[in-house]
């Protein structure tokens, strides 16, 4: 499960670090094209925080609703009737730290997800275990997601360092090409939201698929694990649309100073 919060921190803080760079001097950079992706990026953070708001409202709603397993218990079963018998079930501190974790072959639950038999803790238990039947059944998205990792650890790591060392320079005139290497360095934490936003979406309906399948569920409590995980997948949606909103409004930062330096 994605920390949104944490996500729109990391953005706002590179945001208003840049912000403040340009109201120091550079002003004239914001011509219309940086102020489209300054609203762009400002309605994504918008949207996630309704979606988180959202996400926490239903999850609160659907622990209180009794399931007949713990989410730990439901991980174990789904596994086993799906053949799966080299993944091990483990808790893990902390909230919405849910995650399989294809290196070690781990579903990892949350304590209250683990120990809880609530709805909500079997709909996340199943959509953990959804990733543990794509990696089984060699899912392609999941494979490409597993192959973007080294690529997107370097850029998340030199992009946004490359980016505003590029951003500076521009500010004294020169050109924007290390800017756009950086932006090329961030851009792959973009197409790595843009990759997990399939292989969630597989998940969740590999979870709902074997939660009916099963019999675990009632009708009720079906519709109720579903409402969960379009929340929590909406999160990644967010996610990804403000990755997005945050490459575009950079890059059209770089264009809007590129047309003033050949002017």
């Given amino acids: 499960m994605i920390d949104f919060p944490a996500f729109l921190a990391q953005a706002s803080y590179y945001y208003n670090n840049g912000n403040d760079f340009y109201q120091s001097g550079v002003g004239s950079m914001y011509s219309g094209l940086t102020l489209l992706g300054l609203a762009i990026l400002v309605f994504t953070m918008i949207l996630g925080g309704i979606v988180q708001s959202g996400l926490k409202s239903a999850f609160s709603r ?6 007949p397993l713990t989410g730990a218990e ?3 079963l789904m ?3 799906n053949g799966i018998e080299n993944v091990q079930v483990i808790s893990t501190p902390g909230r919405l730290t849910d995650h399989y974790n294809p290196l070690d072959r781990t579903v990892n639950l949350s304590e209250s997800v683990y120990n809880e038999a609530s709805v909500a803790a079997l709909a996340v238990a199943a959509h953990e275990c959804g990733h543990a039947v794509q990696h089984a059944r060699a899912y392609p998205w999941l494979g490409l997601r597993s192959s973007l990792v080294p690529m997107v650890n370097l850029g998340s790591r030199l ?3 490359v980016l505003m060392a590029g951003l500076v320079l521009v500010g004294m005139g020169s050109s924007t090409t290390v800017a756009w290497v950086g932006l090329a360095l961030y851009a792959t ?3 790595f939201a843009l990759v ?3 292989v969630e979406f597989d998940a969740s309906r590999r979870a709902l698929a074997w939660l009916e399948q099963s019999g675990l569920a009632t009708r009720a409590m079906h519709g109720q694990a579903g409402t969960a995980l ?3 997948a909406m999160t990644y949606v967010a996610a990804a649309l403000s990755s997005l909103a945050m ?3 950079y890059a059209l930062i770089l264009l809007s100073r590129a047309n003033s330096n050949r002017d």
């Fill in 74 to 76: 439901a991980a174990r």
């Fill in 159 to 161: 992009g946004q360092i």
């Fill in 189 to 191: 934490t973009t197409l």
């Fill in 247 to 249: 490459l575009l409004y």
């Fill in 79 to 81: 596994l086993r009737q």
């Fill in 230 to 232: 379009r929340w929590a």
């Fill in 62 to 67: 659907y622990a209180q609703e009794p399931a």
């Fill in 196 to 198: 997990t936003l399939p």
